[in-house]
């Protein structure tokens, strides 16, 4: 089984390049993306040219302004960012099938087995470069047996044939480190590494990983800023210092983070990659030979697409919970109308029906060259399952064609009021009037299978207590004024008392504990009334509710 080979990927100068790829600026054009902060705007892109002015990552964008009066500077777009190298990673698989990304400006490619199909190592990476420069990307490429490896070799392999440690360097070190420390020839450096003349990759030979990285600086480990500073203290600069000092030391004073990075580097720890799974889109479009702007013709190409999306829905077994239908206008403006479901659903009648009712909000001024309908989120579908008597499974068909389930016309009426104005009631544990339910969104909930008998009678109506003009006193009632009116009763029942939470301070409940009656009236009407006993408020008589 052939060694495994890995190619790390970097794209120096990805944001600034995806801003000129986007406005077309000319290349010779010093660009920087910033991000805000709360000491100010501070670089997080920069592209070639810029570095040649001196600009670097980090770098106020007051300094970098000072230095370059000619900068374009453009507000960084992160998730668009990441969707560019999402998109830089898709493409990048025509190369590799293994391919992932690597954090913000990179990727990780694992071509064992790819190789020799483009005739070799150094052609398959000479291709990449290629491919590369036709999109404008600088790219620089490291090859090594692991991940770490790869990742280092290419963005730490050119800075450190540049800078190498010479002997003046070696003189300022602490003298502990000074007696360990060698001059080396660059000549030794560079037979550790192949190197090709415009040092855009370079390439470790299977086997030769420790030789070809200890004379790299320990940030080539992947390690936190405030870990290479520390090491930095202590004299241990390169990844070949660390390497010869004794574990357990390592150990104890960094944690195992850095043991962890450096078997990695070296292949004495496995390091997956995980490559990005394939994006499910489901968006489908059509294109008229001729503008069209009636609503028939619009409903006839609707239903053509809307035909093929549902399809592709049950093919993947999922259901759409939100639809976007654009309509691209001759002026190169775009209307589109957006409609939300109670439930996942791939039914081409019930996805229909809700889309018409908003086809007047397009807003069509001119003609439509182009519809275009897309499931925008998805979520698995789930068929019923039909169980019982043949009859039964016949009934539950016909109400799925009728198109007649609560999911369906709460997702009717939301298109029309919005689905948060849609609300049902659950049942709550406690002894509150008041707080015998919950309220929820009836979309993004299931209907309560159960609601628990009361302990006593309730009223079907509950309003916010009323005062009622009667004596002060928790005897029954034989009369009373409410409403501006007396009320004669004919009937009462009760008793029943109920406490307030006393590990709540509630306000509608300061008058204390309060006597529940049931009295029926010589009009009819049977009313729910009480008598508050006092607490932080006086006490007095109240009517809650309407029996039916």
């Known amino acids: 089984m052939p060694n495994r080979r890995i190619i790390a990927i970097w794209l120096p100068y990805m944001g600034a ?51 370059c009066p000619h900068l374009f500077v453009q ?36 071509i064992t087995g790819c190789s020799h199909l483009f005739g070799g190592e150094n052609k398959m990476i000479n291709h990449i470069l290629l491919a590369y420069d036709e999109l404008n990307l600088t790219t620089k490429i490291g090859c090594a047996d692991t991940v770490g490896a790869a990742w280092a070799v290419s963005r730490y392999s050119e800075e450190t044939l540049q800078s190498y440690r010479n002997g003046d360097a070696i003189e300022q070190e602490a003298r502990a480190t000074r007696s360990r420390s060698a001059k080396r020839s660059l000549k030794n450096i560079s037979n550790d590494l192949k190197i090709n003349k415009s040092s855009k990759y370079f390439i470790v030979p299977p086997g030769k990983i420790r030789q070809s990285i200890s004379n790299f600086p320990v940030a080539a480990l992947r390690l936190e800023i405030q870990t290479q500073n520390t090491l930095a203290q202590l004299g241990l600069r390169q990844i070949g210092d660390i390497i010869k000092q004794p ?54 190409g609707l239903d053509r697409i809307l035909d093929r999306l549902c ?22 403006t775009t209307k589109s109308i957006e409609v939300g479901l109670a439930q996942p659903s791939n039914s081409f009648r019930h996805i229909r029906d809700l889309l018409i009712v ?5 807003d069509i001024q001119f003609g439509i060259d182009i519809l275009r309908l897309e499931a925008t989120r998805t979520e698995m579908f789930t068929k019923d399952k039909h169980i019982g008597h043949l009859v039964v499974s016949k009934n539950n068909k016909s109400r799925t064609e009728k198109n007649i389930k609560p999911e369906n016309l709460i997702s009717k009426l939301g298109v029309r009021i919005g689905l948060e104005s ?23 909930s299931e209907p309560a299978k159960e609601w628990p008998k009361p302990i006593s009678y309730r009223p079907v109506q509950l309003w916010s207590p009323e005062i009622i003009n009667a004596p002060d006193k928790p005897n029954p009632l034989s009369e009373f004024k409410w409403r501006g009116k007396i009320w004669y009763i004919t009937e009462s029942r ?52 309407k029996f039916s």
């Open 17 to 67: 390049e995806r801003i000129l790829r986007k406005n077309q600026h000319n290349s010779e054009t010093p660009i920087a993306v910033v991000v805000k902060k709360s000491q100010g705007e501070i670089i997080t892109s920069i592209s070639a040219t810029a570095q040649s002015e001196g600009l670097f990552i980090g770098q106020s964008l007051r300094d970098a302004s000072a230095i």
């Open 75 to 110: 507000t960084q777009n992160s998730h668009a960012e990441t969707q560019f190298l999402r998109s830089i990673c898709r493409w990048s698989s025509k190369f590799s099938p293994w391919v992932a990304p690597e954090g913000n400006m990179g990727l990780i490619m694992d």
């Open 247 to 300: 574990r357990a030391s390592i150990n104890r004073r960094f944690g195992f983070n850095l043991l962890k990075r450096v078997d990695q580097a070296l292949g004495n720890l496995p390091e997956p990659i995980s490559p990005l799974q394939p994006e499910l889109n489901f968006g489908v479009r059509i294109s008229f030979p001729d503008p069209i702007g009636l609503k028939p013709d619009i409903i006839a």
């Open 311 to 332: 399809s592709n829905l049950k093919k993947k077994n999922l259901g759409a919970q939100k639809i976007l239908l654009q309509a691209f206008q001759t002026n190169s």
């Open 358 to 362: 908003k086809l007047d909000g397009l």
């Open 422 to 444: 849609i609300i049902r009631l659950h049942p709550a544990t406690s002894n509150i009037p008041e707080k015998t339910y919950n309220v929820l969104s009836a979309a993004w």
């Open 494 to 545: 009760g008793p029943e008392r109920i406490s307030p939470e006393w590990w709540l301070d509630d306000p509608k409940w300061r008058s204390g504990v309060r006597d529940y009656w049931f009295v029926q009236c010589d009009t009819g009407d049977r009313l729910w009334i009480y008598y508050a006993h006092g607490g932080l408020m006086s006490s007095g008589w109240f009517c809650q509710g």
